[in-house]
């Protein structure tokens, strides 16, 4: 995971760690329910307008990602595969890695696993 992409996160209050089992990274994104099926989360890494050289335009607006909606009871969805465009991937020059989705309104504050204290704190790294 190159310089760039930490410094976005962490500009974004966004959690990560690394998945030795699966060699990706697990990008923590709070998602908010907008249908009874649905949750959507603001795209730490898409944008809506690029230039041509393909970066972002500095007026341009974080891009939603839909996905399903299946918590457990302390709020987390899961992981899933990026719905990331081909600009985005070119941009960041992402690694491998995978959006883990809370629903930041059913986060509980203990410490059971709950995604609100996740693993890694970029800010340590
Ligand atoms: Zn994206």
């Known amino acids: ?8 996160l962490f500009k974004k209050n966004i959690f990560y760690k690394y ?6 990274y697990c990008i923590y994104v709070p998602c908010k329910k907008i249908q009874t099926n649905e949750v959507a989360f ?17 007026n341009s607006i974080s891009v939603k990602h839909f996905h399903g909606y ?24 992402l690694p491998p890695f995978e959006f883990h989705l809370f629903d930041k309104f059913l986060i509980t504050t203990g410490n059971q696993g709950s995604p609100s204290t996740p693993p890694v704190n970029i800010a340590d790294l």
Request: aromatic share 12%.
């Open 1 to 8: 995971m190159n310089e760039k992409i930490k410094n976005q």
């Open 42 to 58: 603001d795209c730490p890494f898409c944008f809506d307008r690029y230039k041509k050289c393909g970066e972002p335009f500095k």
């Open 19 to 24: 998945d030795e089992e699966n060699k990706l």
């Open 70 to 93: 299946t918590p457990d009871a302390s709020g987390n969805i899961g992981s899933r595969t990026p719905h990331c465009s081909w600009q985005t991937r070119r941009y960041w020059d």
